[in-house]
Nanobody, 121 residues
Framework: QVQLVESGGGLVQAGGSLRLSCAASGSIVAINRMGWYRQAPGNQRELVAAIPSGGSTTYADSVKGRFTISRDNAKNTVYLQMNTLKPEDTAVYYC???????????????WGQGTQVTVSS
């Protein structure tokens, strides 16, 4: 069984900062990719940022220069540092990971439960 536990969401004023964390636990053999998605009311879920086990990071154009994704492989944890937040960043943020588990053939996609980020104007 796998768990992705997110923390760090909340309410912040425009221009402020928040840091999201997501820790993966379970019978994990390897983590291929970790990332953050978000979904605002009435909108589809969209990629915010992703970081593979090797290679370069990916960011949505709307967050480039403001958000930074990083990971701690020893802790199976991914972070999203969000600076200069805007009201349009308001959404539920979901952690996502592509994991290879012990006893399971092939890597699979897993989601966290989501954490609310609200940016007031």
């Amino acid at each position: 069984q796998v768990q992705l536990v997110e923390s760090g969401g909340g309410l912040v004023q425009a221009g402020g900062s928040l840091r999201l964390s997501c820790a993966a636990s379970g019978s994990i053999v390897a983590i291929n990719r970790m990332g953050w998605y978000r979904q605002a009311p009435g909108n589809q879920r969209e990629l915010v940022a992703a970081i593979p086990s090797g290679g370069s990071t990916t960011y949505a154009d709307s967050v480039k220069g403001r958000f930074t994704i990083s990971r701690d492989n020893a802790k199976n944890t991914v972070y999203l540092q969000m600076n200069t937040l805007k009201p349009e960043d308001t959404a539920v943020y979901y952690c996502h990971a592509i994991l290879l588990l012990r006893g399971v053939v092939g890597s699979r996609s897993y989601w966290g439960q989501g954490t609310q980020v609200t940016v007031s104007s």
